[in-house]
């Protein structure tokens, strides 16, 4: 089992940066591979970026590709995004996620990121 919890949304200004957090417990953390997905208000859940469980490779969706970085910290069992230039189409429920295989099966409750232009 694994429980996530993010921290670290708010409101932000565009151009501004932001660092979520999600702390993991359960010791199975460092055998997951890790993901952010983010919602927006009428919209599906969509893909940001995903880390491997040894952190050695990354993935991140094209809209995000060269503005947010992930990365994990297995000894304090916390998975980061950091998001710089940041713009109002960032705006939505993040959510960190982890599985394995490809198949993500814990979700936290999502913090909310607000960009304003």
């Known amino acids: 089992q694994v429980q996530l919890v993010e921290s670290g949304g708010g409101l932000v200004q565009a151009g501004g940066s932001m660092r979520l957090s999600c702390a993991a417990s359960?010791?199975?953390?460092?055998?997951?591979?890790m993901g952010w997905f983010r919602q927006a208000p009428g919209k599906e859940r969509e893909f940001v970026a995903a880390?491997?469980?040894?952190?050695?490779?990354?993935y991140y969706a094209d809209s995000v590709k060269g503005r947010f970085t992930i990365s994990r910290d297995n000894a304090k069992n916390t998975l980061y995004l950091q998001m710089n230039s940041l713009k109002p189409e960032d705006t939505a429920v993040y959510y960190c996620?982890?599985?394995?295989?490809?198949?993500?099966?814990?979700w936290g409750q999502g913090t909310q990121v607000t960009v304003s232009s």
């Open positions: 996620a982890a599985g394995r295989g490809g198949v993500y099966d814990y």
């Open positions: 359960g010791r199975t953390f460092r055998t997951h591979a």
């Open positions: 880390i491997s469980w040894i952190g050695g490779s990354t």
